[in-house]
């Protein structure tokens, strides 16, 4: 099992940045997949983006593409996601999330370990 906790939200202007964390307790980080996901109020939460345990590979939802990077520090148990070019619709609560390899890594479903989130919002 393994427990999360964001941080790094705020508010920030159309066009500017924030990197969000996502530290992880136990010591079994590496053996997770860790996604992110975004829930905009009165909206179905979005896959955001994914990273594998090894960190070597990541995959994006197409509306983050080329803004967004994610990432992770193993030996801080610690994922990270770089966003750029903000823009008012990224407004949303930023989930990071926990599973194993496989699957559909883009649906929520498959991810039964979850933190509470942080507030990102984007103003115009």
């Known amino acids: 099992q393994v427990q999360l906790v964001e941080s790094g939200g705020g508010l920030v202007q159309a066009g500017g940045s924030l990197r969000l964390s996502c530290a992880a307790s136990?010591?079994?980080?590496?053996?997770?997949?860790i996604g992110w996901f975004r829930q905009a109020p009165g909206k179905e939460r979005e896959f955001v983006a994914a990273?594998?345990?090894?960190?070597?590979?990541?995959y994006y939802a197409n509306s983050v593409k080329g803004r967004f990077s994610i990432s992770r520090d193993n030996a801080k148990s610690t994922a990270y996601l770089q966003m750029s070019t903000l823009k008012p619709e990224d407004t949303a609560v930023y989930l990071c999330a926990a599973r194993y390899f496989g699957g559909d890594l883009s649906s929520s479903r498959e991810y039964p370990y979850w933190g509470q989130g942080t507030q990102v919002t984007v103003s115009s």
């Open positions: 990273v594998t345990g090894t960190g070597g590979r990541t």
């Open positions: 136990g010591r079994t980080f590496s053996t997770y997949l």
